[in-house]
């Protein structure tokens, strides 16, 4: 191996790694507080299904602040601005270990999705932009690997810090992770700004923000009890309207502030549609797992936490094989025969019964964990296979927007689903019957997407499975 190919491969696995500690912050926080939601809803006096507000309130920030990242990217430095947000994600993490009811945990939420919304597709774009097309699948896995370390540590650590010590502890283990992020920031990735910058589409921003944070607000308090029908209705209807009226207004400037052309690029237009319509069902699994096994099974968070991390394990696993997989029979086939094995994967706990062997259990969860991981590593890269670098940033915050949106989505369903099913059968708590037909119903969105991946072409993405230069040389 030359000096140079040695340079190449460290600078390809380096700043995958350091954009990864922001990543496994997130996800750490996100895997700490579902499993914690049972005890956190006891401690606030409100009920698990109301204090679904607070996950998907940050959600809904991301959404929201997400499509202006790329632009703020450009504009101050990709650097800067991926700093500043890991140190508001830390401040958003210490209120919400300091907050005392449901409403102040909610807006401590959404200062975290605040600097969330700038951090991910801000640390994804440092490593779109330093990594050749040919090394983008192998930078994405490398990218998620320690990301993924959230989900493994997140369920396990939450439930032994809320079982034998305070829950407020799971959101100020992230300042420690924030400190030693914004370091090697500052020490190792370099300075990367666009050399021509977009006009900020200041209309565009009032117009498709206000629009997503009213439908979804709305959507996600119906039948909570928390606003009247003619607010909630209001939302609705009005923050459809805002986002219909962005529609219109996007077609009509040159850059819009998320770029609605981009669907116009059949590979994109794909994993954004059928991406969605797979993650609503991978968004609600953190949220219903959880409550089965303390709600339903009557198990502690630390209990609960020791079973659900097999999903986290799962997908570390799947990361490096991925790359193999989609070599050996391509994006569409992997993307189509995955999704159907997936959804029976989200199916499966609706069988699960508080007798049946652990092992049993945490075997299905850690499968369910691959597929899905491979399933999402394959619409992430192929999603970007056809974008240009010009356009990079702006995919970037399209694609991060409709991430948020789908697991939000998911989340809301899967609420839906167990008030659905409690009104239905009469019972006013939340018991292990309650589940298996929610866990249907998940699994039958995301295998829907299949009706989008049909449509790949049969050699889409092939750009992304050649063998990079310093692999060669290797």
Not at 113 to 136: C, Q, Y
Request: glycine share 10%; net charge positive.
């Amino acid at each position: 191996m030359t000096r140079e190919s040695t340079r190449a491969l460290i600078k390809s696995r380096l700043l995958p790694l350091i954009v990864a500690t922001a990543l496994f912050m997130e996800n750490l926080d996100s895997t700490v507080i579902a499993t914690s939601l049972p005890k956190i809803a006891a401690d606030l006096h409100t009920s698990p299904i109301h204090l679904k507000l607070a996950l998907t309130s940050y959600l809904l920030a991301l959404a929201v602040f997400i499509p202006a990242s790329g632009w703020m990217a450009d504009r101050f430095g990709a650097r800067p601005v991926f700093r500043l947000a890991i140190v508001i994600f830390a401040a958003g993490s210490i209120s919400c270990g300091a907050s005392h009811g449901l409403w102040w945990l909610i807006a401590s939420r959404v200062l975290q999705g605040k600097g969330g919304s700038m951090m991910v597709p801000v640390g994804r774009l440092i490593v779109l932009r330093t990594t050749p097309k040919a090394g983008l699948v192998n930078a994405l896995a490398w990218l998620t690997v320690p990301a993924l370390l959230g989900p493994v540590m997140g369920p396990p650590l939450g439930g032994f810090i809320t079982t034998y010590f305070d829950w407020r502890w799971i959101f100020w283990i992230n300042v420690p992770i924030a400190v030693l992020g914004v370091t090697l920031v500052t020490l190792f990735v370099p300075r990367i700004q666009s050399q021509a910058v977009r006009r900020f589409d200041l209309l565009g921003f009032l117009l498709v923000g206000p629009g997503l944070s009213a439908f979804l607000t709305g959507v996600t308090m119906a039948g909570l009890g928390l606003a009247s029908q003619a607010v909630m209705f209001g939302l609705i209807f009005g923050g459809l309207g805002l986002v219909l009226l962005y529609a219109r207004h996007a077609r009509r400037v040159a850059a819009p502030l998320v770029d609605l052309s981009l669907l116009a690029i059949p590979t994109f237009r794909i994993a954004a549609l059928g991406g969605t319509l797979f993650r609503i069902g991978g968004g609600a699994i953190p949220f219903l797992l959880p409550l089965l096994f303390q709600l339903g099974f009557g198990l502690t968070p630390f209990q609960s936490g020791m079973m659900t991390f097999a999903t986290g394990i799962g997908a570390i696993t799947m990361k490096f094989l991925a790359q193999r997989i989609l070599m050996r029979w391509g994006f569409r086939r992997v993307l189509i025969v995955n999704a159907g094995i997936a959804a029976v994967f989200l199916l499966a706990p609706a069988a699960f019964r508080a007798d049946m062997p652990y092992l049993l259990m945490v075997s299905v969860l850690f499968l369910g964990g691959i597929c899905r991981s491979l399933q999402f590593t394959s619409i992430n890269a192929i999603a970007y296979s056809e974008v240009s670098t010009e356009r990079m940033s702006s995919a970037t915050s399209f694609n991060s927007v409709l991430q948020q949106l789908s697991s939000s989505i998911g989340i809301t369903v899967a609420a839906f689903g167990l008030q659905a099913v409690q009104t239905l059968s009469g019972r006013p708590e939340i018991v292990a019957a309650t589940f298996p037909p929610v866990f249907a119903l998940v699994a039958a969105v995301s295998v829907s997407s299949v009706f989008w991946f049909l449509r790949l072409s049969p050699d889409a993405g092939g750009a992304l499975l050649e063998v990079a230069p310093a692999a060669k040389s290797a």
